[in-house]
C-alpha cells in the first residue's frame, strides 16, 4: 500500500516563502514520477510542478515558474516544493501524487496525498 503524507502548509503573507514536503511510504519511492498539483476552491486540481524517477528531469506550470523548485531525495523517500515569491493566487490546497507516468495530467498518476493548505494573503 503506497501511501503519500504531505506537511509544510501553512498561511504567509504576499512575497513569502513555504516549502512542502511529501513523504512516500510503501513504494519503490526511486522509480516514482512525483508531481505537486493544488486546488482552489471551487476551481480544478491544476498541475504546479513535477519530476521524474530517471535523471530528475522538471516541469513546471507557466504560472510557478521562476518561483517554485520542486527536488527529491530519494534517501528519505521525500519531495519538496519550494514555493518562493507566493501570491494571494497561490491560494489552495497543494496535493502530492506519485506514478509511473511522468505526467503533468493529473490522471497519469496513481497515488495521492491528503493535501495540505497554503494561504497566501496580501
Known amino acids: 500500500q503506497v501511501q503519500l503524507a504531505e506537511s509544510g502548509g501553512g498561511r504567509v503573507l504576499t512575497g513569502g516563502s513555504l516549502r512542502l514536503s511529501c513523504v512516500v511510504s510503501?513504494?519503490?519511492?526511486?522509480?516514482?514520477?512525483m508531481a505537486w498539483f493544488r486546488q482552489a476552491p471551487g476551481k480544478e486540481r491544476r498541475f504546479v510542478a513535477t519530476?521524474?524517477?530517471?535523471?530528475?528531469?522538471?516541469l513546471y506550470a507557466n504560472s510557478v515558474e521562476g518561483r517554485f523548485t520542486i527536488s527529491r531525495d530519494d534517501a528519505k523517500n521525500t519531495v519538496f516544493l519550494q514555493m518562493d515569491s507566493l501570491r494571494p493566487e497561490d491560494t489552495a490546497v497543494y496535493y502530492c501524487?506519485?506514478?509511473?507516468?511522468?505526467?503533468?495530467?493529473?490522471?497519469?498518476?496513481?497515488?495521492w496525498g491528503q493535501g495540505t493548505q497554503v494561504t497566501v494573503s496580501s
Open positions: 501524487a506519485a506514478g509511473n507516468r511522468w505526467s503533468v495530467r493529473y490522471d497519469a498518476y496513481d497515488y
Open positions: 510503501g513504494g519503490t519511492f526511486r522509480t516514482f514520477d
Open positions: 519530476i521524474s524517477g530517471r535523471g530528475g528531469g522538471t
